[in-house]
């Protein structure tokens, strides 16, 4: 382990097959989807029979739009979904699963501090997140040019970004409660348990009035709320999952350091 950054390095080499399949389903998945607009444009009338707080709540209360369509599918359901699962997979293999497996003892065998291998194994997963932004950043816009959406591609890439940052806090969260426990079954279920109540919350917290203000306690909030493929770049809903994510992430590597290794 001579190079410079020999922990983000092995990761990048030893994810390379499965980046490489998960960015084919992604792009796949934003393919169908983002292609489909035409038919539902088309089925505008039936859309209106969906119960309005269900729309709201799914955010699709104006899918014949091309913004909505994207904001509603792409970018507020499937896109949130598939990113998510491999921030939080990846962040609970970072620590967690490599803990219980025994293969962190041979990484910090080397002259390597936990928290150096925690920070480049979070580098990997930065790196991954990045590409991924990008693939989609670019398919949508070549996509949504071809159907006519009429959304400026400035917007799209602001709805990327923040999806990508959405992601990175979940793994960023996952990597510290891995530090934190070292066990793989509680980092895998509470980061999930996070992921799916904040985003419960901000949705029913959405359509009721007065607890609106219980949106701006979930980073999906802060991360679709802010209405990027309508509105473009938010500065605040950026700065505050950065914000988020340095804070887990540093909570997490103090754990990491200083607790017992379970071997």
């Keep these: 382990m001579s190079t410079d950054l020999p922990v983000l390095g092995k990761a990048m080499r030893d994810q ?65 979904l598939l990113l998510l699962i491999f921030a939080i997979s990846t962040g609970t293999r970072a620590i967690a699963a490599q803990e219980q497996s025994g293969v962190l003892d041979l990484y910090l065998a080397y002259p390597i501090s936990r928290r150096r291998l925690g920070l480049e194994r979070f580098g990997a997963l930065v790196a991954a997140l990045l590409a991924f932004t990008l693939l989609i950043a670019l398919e949508v816009t070549g996509l949504s040019s071809s159907q006519d959406m009429d959304v400026p591609a400035g917007n799209i890439v602001a709805g990327a970004v923040q999806l990508g940052l959405l992601a990175l806090f979940f793994g960023a969260l996952a990597l510290c409660i891995g530090g934190i426990t070292g066990s793989r079954p509680v980092t895998l279920g509470a980061t999930s348990a996070a992921a799916v109540g904040t985003y419960v919350l901000n949705a029913i917290a959405s359509q009721i009035d007065g607890l609106h203000f219980l949106q701006r306690l979930t980073p999906f909030y802060w991360a679709q709320g802010t209405h990027p493929l309508r509105e473009g770049f938010s500065l605040g809903g950026v700065l505050v999952l950065l914000a988020a994510t340095a804070v887990v992430l540093a909570v997490g590597m103090r754990s990491f350091s200083r607790r017992d290794i379970n071997s």
């Design 16 to 80: 390379r097959r499965g980046l490489l399949m998960w960015a084919l389903g992604i792009a796949i998945v934003m393919a169908i989807y983002t292609s489909s607009y035409a038919q539902v444009k088309e089925q505008g009338d039936a859309l209106d029979s969906i119960p309005s707080g269900m729309a709201g709540a799914m955010n699709f209360q104006d899918l014949t739009s091309g913004a909505g369509f994207l904001e509603g599918t792409v970018f507020g359901l499937l896109g949130p």
